[in-house]
């Protein structure tokens, strides 16, 4: 029987001489460097508002107060997100101390745990060489590479999004032993309620409607028959519900704000004030897995020479991972609520898809049309713009009229030598791309995805410390003494109380906010969240107050708040105090 396009481009699983990579001494220098990449950033750049400030804080309140029912964001009931992700920081933060590695330990834990996972699921599929093609290039691309470095709730779902779905491909196996299919149904009730505990319901509805479809487009429907839903159920209850129980027992406020509010009306209405048009996660996948995007031209010759009825019985893998990148991909995408990091659960079948692509023995010889040239092409043609356009950012070289990285216009040697490394990548594959046979091209597009990762993450460690609270923190740490108020005015500056290990005032408070400072009393809220008219008696008063301005000083004065003296200036905040403070 002659092979199906998608076993030429895979090949056999278990080929001849398909040794582990790791045992050849270049490798292991790449590994090296690889590691070195993904640990590095995790201590270099202080935390990004808002969402690392946030979710620092979150944790270190739990830990000061002892209390991990009910989530607090400077002292005010939060309750957008569920808590697993705070629980793990908080641990991070009690054996780390309250460092930014402490607030990223977890995220790129699962970072790597993800990665990991998708090599499981790819080595029952591929040869182990096209297993760690997918995970590698997941790991390499900038979309996946950013968020595991930037601590946020949704590398937290993705793993566990991923952990269920690939225990229901395990499971649903049945030429496996029956202990391997077991495990595979607790992976997917157990990966679904820890999913629900880190972002909410949307826990299961990724996973149930990635196998929705599956079975739907698969006819396999025989196989809810095998599913062992008493001891799934009692599994995902036993996990999902006793913190929702109970922090609604203690809040009569929860239920209406986290399932009407954050999961409804987020969806369903533009409440959320995210609106992004139709097409935006679309473009965000295909710019956030550049270059290897490119390698998707050849998509097309998975589907020749058969029917859809024949294809999908001998291509239920390839159906599984086009079902798990259109669910997440399509229901978000009807969504009123649009951020970024959304998609994230659809990058690593997306990985697994470019890999099978040029993952095969057949593929270093094959003749590739103009149209997968083209695309591939114009993705490192893109990697060469950027990294170009990085080099130029970080020579300090650019006018005056244009915003500089960092501070100010200034020479950064370690990001130039980046920049170029990745521009000289891109240019590599490109020229590789011009042939109508690219050979070998997984290495290629491998390096490139990888320099251009750390490209983009030098431009971050200059730029990260405008976005973040940590140098006013530094300044503020040797004045404040007891009795005296840090205020934000112009926008609530999430990680200046994880640095301060306090609280802060917050004036005209950011909408983060807005639930819990709905919940305090008049007095709780003129103490903590005043008015610009209360304010401004404040700065009046012989009590000491810093402001940290957000953005432009004029924003103050416009509002009658005169006087007082710069502490700090920069591009995106200024701190400045009513009271020169008696000691430096």
Not at 100 to 118: H, K
Not at 222 to 241: D, I, K
Not at 550 to 562: P, S, T, V
Request: include cysteine.
């Amino acid at each position: 029987m002659m092979p199906t396009h998608a076993e030429s481009l895979r090949g056999a699983t278990g080929a001849p001489g398909d040794a582990p990579f790791w045992r050849r001494p270049r490798h292991l220098v790449l590994l090296t460097l690889a590691l070195l990449l993904y640990v590095v950033p995790l201590f270099t750049v202080p935390l990004l508002d808002p969402d690392e400030g946030r979710y620092g804080e979150i944790p270190r309140e739990m830990l000061a107060s002892g209390d991990y029912v009910t989530p607090r964001l400077d002292g005010t009931l939060y309750f957008e997100k569920p808590p697993l992700h705070y629980w793990l920081t908080a641990s991070a933060l009690r054996l780390l101390g309250n460092r930014e590695v402490g607030v990223r330990f977890w995220t790129a834990l699962f970072g790597l745990g993800t990665a990991g996972l998708l090599v499981r699921m790819a080595l029952a599929l591929a040869p182990r060489r096209t297993a760690w093609l997918a995970g590698g290039l997941l790991l390499a691309s900038p979309y996946f590479f950013s968020l595991s470095h930037v601590a946020t709730l949704d590398m937290t779902l993705t793993f566990f999004v991923t952990l269920a779905l690939v225990g229901f491909w395990m499971a649903q196996d049945g030429a496996a032993e029956r202990r391997r299919r077991l495990a595979g149904w607790a992976a997917l009730f157990g990966g679904s309620a820890l999913a629900v505990l880190a972002k909410g319901l949307v826990g299961i509805v990724l996973p149930g409607g990635v196998i929705f479809f599956y079975l739907l487009l698969s006819g396999r429907w025989r196989l809810l028959r095998e599913v062992p839903w008493v001891s799934g159920t009692m599994l995902f209850l036993a996990v999902a519900v006793p913190w929702h129980v109970l922090v609604a027992r203690r809040n009569p406020s929860f239920v209406q704000f986290y399932f009407v509010h954050e999961h409804f009306l987020r969806y369903t209405t533009p409440i959320a004030e995210r609106g992004e048009p139709f097409w935006y996660f679309f473009a965000v996948l295909a710019a956030g897995c550049l270059p290897w995007i490119g390698l998707l031209g050849r998509l097309p010759r998975l589907f020749a020479g058969s029917g859809f009825r024949r294809w999908r019985e001998e291509n239920g893998a390839l159906l599984f991972l086009f079902c798990w990148i259109g669910f997440v991909v399509l229901f978000y995408s009807t969504s009123h609520s649009k951020l970024a990091p959304y998609v994230l659960p659809a990058a690593p079948p997306l990985a697994l898809l470019a890999a099978m692509l040029v993952g095969g023995p057949a593929t270093a010889s094959a003749r590739w049309s103009v149209g997968e040239r083209v695309a591939l092409g114009v993705s490192a043609a893109i990697v060469l713009s950027v990294g170009a356009a990085a080099a130029l950012a970080t020579t300090g070289l650019l006018p005056a009229s244009v915003p500089p990285l960092g501070e100010a216009h200034a020479l950064h040697p370690w990001a130039l030598l980046l920049s170029l490394a990745a521009a000289a990548a891109g240019g590599a594959l490109l020229l590789r791309s011009l042939k109508e046979r690219p050979g070998e091209i997984a290495g290629p597009t491998l390096r490139a995805s990888a320099l251009l990762c750390a490209a983009l993450w030098a431009l971050v460690a200059i730029e990260g410390p405008t976005r973040s609270s940590r140098k006013i923190a530094e300044v503020l740490a040797s004045r404040l003494e007891p009795g005296d108020r840090v205020v934000c005015f112009g926008g609530y500056r999430q990680s200046l109380p994880f640095y301060l290990e306090r609280f802060v005032e917050s004036a005209e408070p950011h909408k983060d906010l807005a639930f819990g400072v709905s919940q305090l009393s008049p007095e709780q809220r003129r103490e903590r969240f005043p008015t610009v008219e209360e304010l401004k008696s404040w700065w009046e008063s012989d009590r000491r107050v810093y402001v940290v301005v957000d953005r432009q000083l004029e924003r103050l004065r416009a509002k009658g708040i005169e006087g007082g003296t710069v502490l700090l200036p920069g591009k995106r905040m200024q701190l400045v105090v009513n009271h020169p403070p008696r000691r430096p």
